[in-house]
């Protein structure tokens, strides 16, 4: 499919992070750039700013006429959108091209050197981090990447380069549109087992996206996934890891906020190099970044320079106060494994403060499945506040709700339930030390709010 071939793209779900970032190439391609979603956000109001044009109502009037040629009009639409959608109806009932998120990004990896992150979490990080370093070097990328990056404020990187980073998305196994250059593979703890039933047929899907990088092309897996890759006999191999793998860290140093480690790969060792956002879980996401850009051709200075001046991520360990009185950190950790890191980094540099967090549970089905995985994580903090489960795409399950959590903490771990509704005035009315809103959900929403409220206590 040639994208030359339409005037104008329709997004379903125009919105999403993933999205939103399709919908902004696509603007810079001077097309007719349309879409629904289903709440104006701070997101939304940028992309229209820009120039898309979006409605906030399952409303088939008003797709604008541009949109309304079937022979001229790509419809692209994120896997959340139910079948059942009258606007996404109305397309495929009219002859439409209508296609997943993912494999447009798929038709970029066939026309460019397709740089993809794929994991059950960590991509976002790794992959913004790549993008960096590759941007600021002599290489430079496009990326489209799972979140915001703090280095540019957006989540789309346009350039004149044969490189594109993409973020590898395991759910509805949309990655497997893919066709990489080079992959890397974070993790790969059982997750989404709504869309796939049981881990084995979780890991069974990754080991097919290894099948699909290209010969002559990299593989580099995490030394802590169980991942039987089945990449072709014609593409390199490779384990990175903290201390361990073909690319690791060696004399990590921790001192006065920072964090400096060497990096080793199988070519070179570059000594002392500074993590710009100094957090422990961020030397393994570094390792797997400068692998890839050393790969695409970075030089030392070049890889010292992009993991120096990173910034991060929004709502990815994303401090928003820093005081010596008070804290208050955003997190999108949401599984597991992901919040006993985020959790684990959070004691190392306050290990003698108290810390609460405010866990919004993020699918009925995610905590049926790992309640008492989510508890063990949650169980490293002083308090813990759990709120309703955000539903996305689910209804409720019987029996399932944030009491399941809290039931399973571990003795001297205080404990409470708060519906989201009642989470700015529960803040309002409470001093903390340190304080991490955890969670996928729409907590985060309301994060100036809760920013202006500690503010309000440093006075």
């Not at 404020?153 to 980073?165: F, K, P």
């Not at 570059?270 to 993590?275: A, D, E, I, P, S």
């Not at 049926?368 to 490293?380: M, N």
Request: proline share 3%; charged share 20%.
């Amino acid at each position: 499919m040639d994208l030359k071939n339409y005037k104008a793209i329709y997004f379903i779900g125009a919105g999403g992070i993933g999205m939103s970032a399709l919908v902004r190439y696509s603007i810079s391609r001077g097309l007719v750039v349309a879409g629904y979603d289903r709440v104006p956000t701070e997101l939304t109001h940028k992309l229209e700013e820009e120039g898309a044009l979006l409605h906030y109502s399952e409303d088939v009037n008003q797709i604008p006429q541009a949109c309304r040629y079937a022979d001229t009009t790509l419809v692209v639409y994120t896997p959340a959108v139910p079948a059942t959608h009258k606007e996404l109806l109305y397309f495929r009932q009219r002859g439409y091209r209508v296609i997943k998120r993912a494999e447009l990004l798929g038709i970029l990896t066939r026309t460019h050197h397709g740089l993809c992150f794929a994991g059950t979490h960590g991509k976002t990080t790794t992959s913004a981090m790549c993008a960096h370093i590759l941007h600021q070097s002599h290489i430079d990328c496009n990326a489209f990447l799972g979140g915001i990056a703090k280095n540019y404020g957006t989540n789309y990187i346009l350039a004149h380069s044969d490189y594109v980073v993409i973020e590898a998305d395991e759910f509805d196994r949309s990655f497997h549109h893919l066709r990489p250059w080079a992959s890397v593979i974070t993790s790969t703890d059982a997750d989404h087992l709504d869309i796939y039933g049981t881990e084995e047929a979780y890991m069974e899907s990754f080991q097919h996206y290894t099948t699909l990088i290209q010969e002559g092309g990299l593989l580099l897996i995490n030394t802590r996934s169980q991942l039987q890759h089945q990449a072709n006999d014609k593409v390199e191999v490779a384990t990175y890891g903290l201390h361990d793998g073909q690319y690791h860290a060696d004399n990590v140093e921790i001192a006065n906020g920072e964090v400096y480690f060497d990096y080793v790969s199988p070519t070179q060792i570059l000594k002392r190099v500074q993590l710009g956002q100094p957090i422990l879980i961020n030397i393994e996401n570094a390792i797997a970044a400068m692998a890839i850009a050393q790969y695409c051709g970075c030089n030392e200075e070049e890889l010292r320079y992009g993991i120096m001046t990173y910034k991060g991520v929004d709502r990815r360990f994303d401090f928003r106060i820093r005081t010596p009185h008070h804290v208050l950190i955003s997190d999108y950790a949401h599984h597991p494994r992901e919040i006993y890191e985020s959790v684990k980094s959070i004691r190392l540099l306050y290990p003698q403060r108290h810390i609460t967090a405010i866990f919004q549970p993020h699918l009925y089905t995610r905590t049926r499945d790992f309640y008492k995985e989510f508890a063990e994580a949650l169980s490293q903090l002083d308090e813990v506040v759990v709120t309703d489960i955000y539903p996305a795409r689910e209804l409720p399950i019987p029996g399932v709700g944030p009491h399941l959590i809290c039931d399973n903490l571990k003795s001297g771990v205080k404990c409470q339930m708060v519906h989201t509704e009642d989470v700015l005035n529960y803040i309002e009315h409470r001093d903390f030390d340190v304080l991490v809103i955890l969670g996928a959900g729409d907590l985060d929403n309301q994060m100036p709010q809760i920013e202006q409220f500690i503010n309000d206590k440093e006075r």
